[in-house]
């Protein structure tokens, strides 16, 4: 008797289910100024590391800041700040592009690959990474409130 109720029970659920409107959601349309405002502030971002300007990064970065690194290890915006201020590394060039990047109401969400070249050990080193960054909007300017990286392997 009770395989009869099981068909019957799942046909009424079905049924209640399909009476429920489903909602998606979608992403806003990304202005032009908003995609360019964020590609800079990435870009600036990196000169800011590269050049140890941690007055920039301090700007940059939200008190709940918190970044996962490509070891695996989380920081949070004191260490960021505390690893901008030791850089120590000869880079010949560092590269960002194929950036991506979705709107959320007063939050972006940044994706971009970085590219570093320099000398490691009297050898050309180029290394890949991925980035996705999150900020969000406060009182007319972005803040980044999470990080991650990931090497990219060759």
Not at 137 to 142: A, F, L, P, S
Request: hydrophobic letters at 40%; one cysteine or more; aromatic letters at 10%.
């Amino acid at each position: 008797m009770t395989g009869r109720l099981v068909p019957a029970g799942l046909f009424v659920l079905a049924t209640a289910f399909a009476a429920v409107p489903v909602f998606t959601h979608t992403r806003e349309p990304l202005r032009a100024s908003e995609e360019e405002e964020l590609i800079q502030l990435e870009r600036d971002w990196d000169r800011a590391f590269l050049q140890n300007d941690t007055a920039f990064i301090d700007r940059v970065l939200a008190r709940e800041f918190v970044a996962l690194y490509p070891d695996g290890s989380k920081g949070d915006r004191a260490k960021e700040l505390a690893n901008a201020a030791a850089f120590n590394q000869k880079i010949d060039s560092s590269t960002l592009d194929d950036f991506t990047i979705q709107m959320h109401g007063d939050t972006a969400v940044v994706g971009f690959r970085r590219s570093l070249v320099g000398p490691s050990r009297g050898q050309r080193l180029e290394v890949t990474y991925r980035y996705l960054d999150v900020f969000v909007r406060r009182d007319g300017r972005w803040q980044c409130v999470a990080s991650q990286s990931l090497k990219v392997p060759v």
